[in-house]
Structure formats: C-alpha cells, structure tokens
C-alpha cells in the first residue's frame, strides 16, 4: 500500500501510521495511537530494568596462615556468593616477615581456585598489590 493512502486510512479510522520496522524491506508500518504505543514501551522498559540483577563484586579477606575452619568457612561464603551470580575478590593481607614467603599466599589462592573451579572462572590471576595479593574469581 502507498504511503499517502496509508497515511489516509489511518486518519479515516482515528488511529496514527507507525513504523514498526524501519529495516525491512518493504518497511512495515501499522495503524496506532502513538501515546498508547509510547505508553506500552515505556511499560516494558521499565519492567525490564526492574528484573535485570545486577552484578556485585564481593571482596573476601585472609592471612597467609589461614586455619582450616577458618578457610571453610571463607570457601562456604564464596560459594554462596558465586551461587547469587555475584563476583567474588579475594584478598591475602601480608604482615610483617610474611612477605619473604609470598609463595605461601599463592599456594593458598590456587587452593581457593581449585575448591571453586566447578562454579566459577578466574578473572583475574592472583597479583601483588603492595602489601596484598588479589585473585578475582566470577560465576561460570
């Protein structure tokens, strides 16, 4: 149908001629009342943003020297962190001569990355930050 006889029935009935797809070949357009239309967008706009999860990123603290329920009870907590689909930032905090034995940290980081490897992904390898080794680990 031409454009001007479409612009024409849509007068004759009330309603407004909208592009539906501009893209397509031949554009298709549709009879509408515009304000409804703009109205049901935004509807679905705003219930979108309403469901979308945002994605946070959890930091979880330890020594070098961590004991062993300790660190279960760290591991329960980013398991349960990566299983809310939330990023999780684990830090190894340095102390004094601790820092001559940085393989310790890194032996402990590659522990944590083996006890989660089902669920998650590293994201970012463990590294020295000043006095602070940082792994970052995300939901697979």
Do not use: W
Request: proline share 4%; hydrophobic share 40%; aromatic share 6%.
């Amino acid at each position: 149908m031409y454009t001007r006889e479409a612009i024409d029935r849509a007068a004759e009935v009330g309603l407004d001629l909208v592009e539906v797809s501009p893209n397509a070949d031949p554009p298709v357009c549709k009879f509408l009342d515009v304000g409804k239309f703009r109205y049901e967008a935004q509807k679905k706009a705003n219930l979108a943003r309403k469901t979308q999860k945002t994605q946070e990123l959890k930091e979880i603290k330890m020594r070098p020297n961590i004991d062993d329920h300790d660190y279960d009870v760290k591991m329960k907590n980013i398991v349960k962190f990566l299983e809310h689909g939330d990023k999780v930032k684990c830090t190894l905090r340095f102390r004094g001569r601790e820092m001559a034995h940085q393989e310790l940290g890194l032996d402990l980081l590659n522990r944590v990355r083996a006890d989660v490897e089902e669920i998650a992904k590293v994201e970012a390898f463990p590294r020295l930050e000043g006095r602070q080794m940082v792994m970052v680990l995300a939901p697979k």
